[in-house]
DNA sequence: TTAAATCGGACCACAGCGGTCCTGTTTTCT
DNA sequence: AGAAAACAGGACCGCTGTGGTCCGATTTAA
């Protein structure tokens, strides 16, 4: 579990590919041929990211996607937001307060905040070009990466 | 979203509790008026630990939970997998061959196992006792781990 | 004008999650 | 021995969200 939705899934896929293929215009057949997905989904999909601003999109005859802007500046966490929504690994986030059996006596709550950023920080560390490479060489190192501002040396 | 389940979350509160009183066994209507919980989640949710091998039950009149191991050598990951089963981000993983659409040409696949592993590495730095410590000072630096064989600096 | 494509929905089946409850079994206390 | 207190192990059910399909409207090129 603590998965990502099968879209999502796909919706990466699909990414890796237009990146695979960036001078022209992709549209959702070809895509989904290329990918062997059903047609229907794939469209779905494309058009969330392109209201995501990941894709730009053009209508008619010769229409089709390609990337709003270059794979190296777009990361697998935008991909994965666009489909879903912010990312957080617990309910108990982002102020809502009068939620959590009352008050913040919660003693895991202020933990949970950190963790939230670390993963999702994981996730925007992974561009898109490094996952369209096959065998990708420098991917989540992740290193030294500090959340708290009090953090001391473990 | 790439949200834990909600039983999760009552898990690691619920543990956290045991884990602040660590001299007696605590049953499970104590636990539920502790946690501000209804008594069946939290005696269901109990099971399941007990279960995972992260508690210790008694039965019995004076019967009830504790810590199986110090709340040092009790992680995050471990609680969530006994909830939910093994981490995993994405459905393609773990050598399940004759799905991803047929053959192993996917691009991503290889660098989700790798993604992977850098989550639920995440989740397995954090112990029980960082959890419990309302505002925990070392939590989550993540720093300096590699995943692939062949990273290189970035 | 027509055809090809995206856009924006509505729509539905189904699995999984959240939550309750019931019947055993074990243990302690009287 | 018997009763009460607690865990063990399920069955069960409502509901949300996901996966997936489809349709009409709009845009664009030929």
């Known amino acids: 579990m603590l998965r990502i939705t099968k879209q999502s ?19 959702a057949s070809e895509l989904a041929t290329q990918a062997g997905l059903p047609q229907p989904i794939v469209s779905k999909i494309l058009k969330l990211l392109t ?13 089709g996607y390609c990337l709003a802007r270059s794979a190296a500046r777009i990361t697998v966490a935008e991909i ?6 912010p990312i957080s690994v617990t309910e108990c986030v ?19 905040q ?5 993963l999702r920080d994981a996730l925007s560390e992974i561009t898109l070009e490094e996952m369209a490479r096959p065998s990708t060489p420098a991917l989540v190192t992740l290193g030294s990466r500090e959340m708290a501002p009090d953090v001391t040396a473990r």
């Open 94 to 112: 982002e102020e809502s307060p009068g939620e959590c059996t009352q008050e913040a006596f919660c003693p895991v709550r202020g933990n949970w």
């Open 80 to 85: 994965i937001e666009a489909l879903e929504g």
């Open 9 to 27: 899934d796909y919706a990466i896929v699909l990414m890796t590919h237009i990146t695979s293929s960036e001078d022209r215009w992709l549209n």
């Open 51 to 63: 209201r995501g601003r990941l894709l730009e999109s053009q209508r008619g005859v010769k229409g």
């Open 114 to 118: 950190r963790i939230n950023h670390v």
